[in-house]
């Protein structure tokens, strides 16, 4: 004689799963679309990420010497020209020159373009400013790589989020 198998148990699930009012508001989110950011400054401006790591550094330093550049590039890694291709590729410029003869150390400050890169970081992350879809601009929007492909919807989406933050 045959058993009869025994039923099988549903799962129901829960619709309301997650209630709104128990969210609490964050307080800060500004690093939410930091890779994003950092990838549309590395392909626009051909940086490496710790290059442009050192540049947010540097941003705040203001006016520097060797010593403070090595200082912070001791813990990135090791490469012995980044200070000089960053000089060669104008992102630092000297502010004072080395002057032997009174023995005072030369005296670097960022560019204006580096400043510039550095300003656009922080406005995009505290959602100030959206990028440009426009391909001539924004490699990224001309889709040559997967990876640009996908980046481009997730700049066309935070683009949305912050002209929906602006009108409101």
Known sequence: MHKKRPMLR???KQKDKYHVGYERERKYNFLKYWRIVRYYVKRKYDLKESDLEMLLFLYDEGRFDSTAFKEYANIME???DRFWKLREAEYIVIWRKKNEVSNRKAIYELSAKSKRIVNHVYKRLLMEETFSENPRINPIMKGETYTDRIYRMAI???????REKKST
């Open 10 to 12: 549903k799962r129901v």
């Open 78 to 80: 090791w490469d012995r």
């Open 156 to 162: 066309k989406k935070m683009n949305t989020k912050v």
